[in-house]
């Protein structure tokens, strides 16, 4: 029997911990509800998890998996925000940070409810065609907890590697934050989206050209991958000295969570005043994730 772990992290409790203004255990965060519109304390322990979040039978193989790769993550991750410099890195480090990126991507309760979506998205469609009753079962099972969960743990496997290998192309630069205010994190922390071509195109994703990727490495630093067809990155290095750039980052992340935005300080009022604006980010609709 391997380790037993009950509950589960869906976004690493050591990175957490890196947006905690504590500097050893307990660590704690506020965090924002966005449906809610609730801020609680909490320690970094209880967020971002859930129980038994990816098990599929009780050796507990896939927690154990992410366990195993975070330990060799977190060592080039920790270079990485002690450096603030990407240059630093050797290539199989930024192998390693390219396909932990992958993974965080694909592991959230976020993707797990945009494959509980699409699947209901797609059953309505194969619903109508009498001739296909073991698609129809197949899909329905996505429907549900213990299905998506399948299905996330079959993408999670078959995927990772052609994400992984988009990422490491993409030119790599960081945001520090010289400002005052901290950078936030969320519960789905790895922000895509596309300037250029703004418009979802779920057949392509990541590889449509314009594409971005932000990801908060702490509150002072923003990992960002640019596609090299379509931006000059001049600087491995830029600096956010207003609050109007830090607001921005943040705002990613109150768009691309799940349901919750985390942040060492209790102000969320700048993350109201986002959702006030554009009330569909609490609304976690995600059909514009899906392949009509």
């Known amino acids: 029997m391997g380790r037993e772990t009950k509950r589960q992290h869906f976004v690493p409790r050591f990175y957490l911990n890196t947006f905690s203004e504590n500097t050893e255990e307990p660590y704690y965060l506020y965090c924002y509800d966005l449906p809610e519109d609730r801020v609680f304390?909490?320690?970094?322990?209880?967020?971002a998890q859930g129980e038994y979040f990816y098990d599929l039978s009780d050796?507990?193989?896939?927690?154990?998996?992410?366990a195993d790769f975070e330990a060799v993550f977190s060592q080039a991750y920790d270079k990485l925000v002690d450096s603030a410099d990407v240059t630093a890195l050797t290539p199989e480090e930024r192998h390693?940070?390219?396909?932990?990126?992958?993974?965080q991507h694909i592991r959230t309760r976020k993707f797990r409810e945009i494959v509980k979506q699409a699947s209901e998205h797609t059953?309505?469609?194969?619903?109508?065609?009498?001739?296909?009753e073991e698609a129809r079962k197949a899909v329905k099972a996505g429907t549900r907890e213990e299905g998506a969960k399948q299905w996330q743990a079959q993408l999670t496997a078959n995927?990772?590697?052609?994400?992984?290998?988009?990422?490491?192309?993409?030119?790599w630069f960081l945001f520090v934050n010289k400002t005052e205010y901290p950078l936030w994190t969320s519960d789905h922390p790895i922000?895509?989206?596309n300037p250029i071509n703004p418009e979802p195109d779920p057949k392509r994703g990541i590889k449509r050209p314009g594409s971005k990727v932000h990801v908060p490495l702490s509150t002072d630093l923003v990992l960002a991958l640019y596609d090299p067809g379509e931006y000059f990155v001049k600087s491995k290095r830029e600096e956010l000295?207003?609050?109007?750039?830090?607001?921005?980052?943040?705002?990613?992340?109150?768009?691309?969570?799940?349901?919750?935005?985390?942040?060492?300080?209790?102000d969320f009022?700048?993350?109201?005043?986002?959702?006030?604006?554009?009330?569909e980010y609490a609304e976690r609709d995600y059909s514009d994730s899906f392949v009509e």
């Open 123 to 132: 059953l309505e469609i194969v619903e109508e065609d009498e001739g296909e």
């Open 159 to 171: 995927a990772l590697q052609g994400f992984a290998d988009i990422l490491y192309r993409m030119d």
């Open 269 to 279: 009022e700048f993350a109201r005043e986002v959702i006030k604006e554009n009330p």
């Open 96 to 103: 390693v940070i390219s396909l932990f990126l992958s993974h």
């Open 59 to 66: 050796e507990q193989f896939i927690e154990n998996k992410f």
């Open 241 to 266: 000295r207003e609050k109007e750039h830090v607001n921005f980052q943040n705002k990613l992340q109150v768009e691309h969570s799940h349901r919750q935005v985390f942040s060492p300080l209790e």
């Open 191 to 193: 922000a895509i989206f």
């Open 41 to 47: 304390g909490s320690n970094t322990m209880d967020i």
